[in-house]
T-cell receptor, first 114, second 112 residues
Framework: EAGVVQSPRYKIIEKKQPVAFWCNPISGHNTLYWYLQNLGQGPELLIR????????DSQLPKDRFSAERLKGVDSTLKIQPAELGDSAVYLC????????????FGEGSRLTVL | GENVEQHPSTLSVQEGDSAVIKCTYS??????FPWYKQELGKRPQLIID?????GEKKDQRIAVTLNKTAKHFSLHITETQPEDSAVYFC???????????FGKGTRLSVIA
């Protein structure tokens, strides 16, 4: 079974440019998470979806970040415009609601803003 | 909301020695406490977890203990090996209702 798939793995952009990250969760997992991981830090939640509904987005900077999960499967996280401080790894994870609670992470998308 | 503190931030041990990483949490409602291992450039992966109805859980060289009264839990690795070198994250949540809140991580180095 395929794990959580993210793309791109690496992205380098100039500040003020837009960027988008894509995530395909494990088949059948109805809960999807986007976490932000700064260098040397633990993952911090940006947004959590139950199917296509965002149930926890209080940590998402809504002035420049947006996310969607159409049809309750794949998800896209967008930043527009990007700032220098957005340089980090963006991790997508999925889990099955009512299951053990284990999160399955993707390899992450490493963003560098110049 | 939940807050998880993790110590130490770095830990070096000789191969074969034991390593202990400690975490405290703030929300007494939390009932699920996993530990994730992240190797350099890789995804975090679950290595062991414990629920609040259990005080200790062991899986080969890895064990986790939980003290609900004091709101802290610890990861114990015995007979450490070089491949144990990684960053370890503790986390806490109210399973099924709240997302995992992670500690800042402990970088473990096992010196051969």
């Amino acid at each position: 079974e395929a794990g959580v798939v993210q793309s791109p793995r690496y992205k380098i952009i100039e500040k003020k440019q837009p960027v988008a990250f894509w995530c395909n969760p494990i088949s059948g997992h109805n809960t999807l998470y986007w976490y932000l991981q700064n260098l040397g830090q633990g993952p911090e939640l940006l947004i959590r979806y139950e199917n296509e509904e965002a149930v926890d987005d209080s940590q998402l900077p809504k002035d420049r970040f947006s996310a969607e999960r159409l049809k309750g499967v794949d998800s896209t996280l967008k930043i527009q415009p990007a700032e220098l401080g957005d340089s980090a790894v963006y991790l997508c994870a999925s889990s099955s609601f009512g299951d053990t609670g284990e999160l399955f992470f993707g390899e992450g998308s490493r963003l560098t803003v110049l | 909301g939940e807050n998880v503190e993790q110590h130490p931030s770095t830990l070096s041990v000789q191969e074969g020695d034991s390593a202990v990483i400690k975490c405290t949490y703030s929300d007494s409602a939390s009932n699920y406490f996993p530990w994730y291992k992240q190797e350099l450039g890789k995804r975090p992966q679950l290595i062991i977890d414990i629920r609040s109805n259990v005080g200790e859980k062991k899986d080969q060289r890895i064990a986790v203990t939980l003290n609900k009264t004091a709101k802290h839990f610890s990861l114990h690795i015995t007979e450490t090996q070089p491949e144990d070198s990684a960053v370890y994250f503790c986390a806490a949540s109210f399973r099924g209702n709240t997302p995992l809140v992670f500690g800042k991580g402990t970088r473990l180095s096992v010196i051969a």
